[in-house]
């Protein structure tokens, strides 16, 4: 590959796995509020998700900072960090730039859980889902590596248990944990 700017290989794998590293959290707090696993792996579970959560973000950080660097597209700090101030296809752009802001959010959400409330929490932890979709459209539309038919096979990939956990936490109804029995006075 001579030629080609080390900073667009770094741009190109960073993007591709951190949108990996951020599916795989969106999955793991899926399978946690649908109650797939078991109360006592739902701990490790957490962990596992923000530890996901967090490794995605430094790595959009480094898709960031690559892209800085990339001779050729010439992103600048507004371009990278500002939906539609790029000039290279602002549309698609944005929407990586509004997903990574929403992930953002979302993972410096674990810190703020105990101001915002577990309700408040919950409702803002619906955004994964918007930050999701705007991430594999941005994959979609500039990612180079998924032209072809390594897009549909991706897109296939990470949203088909996205959907599917969807739907089964909408259509299976959740179940209380039984409560012990309350010994009636006597």
């Given at each position: 590959?001579?030629?080609?700017?080390?900073?667009?290989?770094?741009?190109?794998?960073?993007?591709?796995?951190?949108?990996?590293?951020?599916?795989?959290?969106?999955?793991?707090?899926?399978?946690?509020?649908?109650?797939?696993?078991?109360?006592?792996?739902?701990?490790?579970?957490?962990?596992?998700?923000?530890?996901?959560?967090?490794?995605?973000?430094?790595?959009?950080?480094?898709?960031?900072?690559?892209?800085?660097?990339?001779?050729?597209?010439?992103?600048?700090v507004?371009?990278?960090?500002?939906?539609?101030?790029?000039?290279?296809?602002?549309?698609?752009?944005?929407?990586?730039?509004?997903?990574?802001?929403?992930?953002?959010?979302?993972?410096?959400?674990?810190?703020?859980?105990?101001?915002?409330?577990?309700?408040?929490?919950?409702?803002?932890?619906?955004?994964?889902?918007?930050?999701?979709?705007?991430?594999?459209?941005?994959?979609?539309?500039?990612?180079?590596?998924?032209?072809?038919?390594?897009?549909?096979?991706?897109?296939?990939?990470?949203?088909?248990p996205?959907?599917w956990?969807?739907?089964?936490?909408?259509?299976?109804?959740?179940?209380?944990?039984?409560?012990?029995?309350?010994?009636?006075?006597?």
């Amino acid at each position: 590959m001579t030629g080609v700017p080390l900073a667009w290989i770094v741009a190109r794998a960073s993007g591709l796995v951190a949108f990996g590293l951020l599916t795989l959290a969106v999955w793991a707090g899926l399978a946690m509020s649908t109650r797939l696993l078991a109360p006592k792996r739902q701990k490790p579970f957490l962990a596992l998700h923000r530890t996901l959560a967090w490794t995605g973000l430094s790595m959009v950080g480094l898709h960031v900072g690559a892209l800085l660097l990339d001779p050729v597209l010439h992103f600048n700090v507004l371009s990278v960090l500002v939906p539609g101030a790029a000039a290279w296809r602002p549309g698609a752009v944005a929407l990586g730039i509004v997903a990574g802001w929403t992930s953002l959010a979302l993972a410096a959400s674990f810190k703020a859980r105990r101001w915002l409330g577990q309700k408040g929490w919950r409702r803002l932890h619906f955004a994964s889902f918007a930050a999701f979709w705007l991430a594999l459209g941005h994959a979609l539309l500039v990612g180079s590596d998924l032209r072809g038919f390594g897009g549909p096979v991706t897109a296939v990939l990470a949203a088909g248990p996205v959907l599917w956990l969807t739907f089964y936490r909408l259509l299976v109804p959740r179940v209380q944990p039984a409560r012990s029995a309350v010994a009636a006075p006597a």
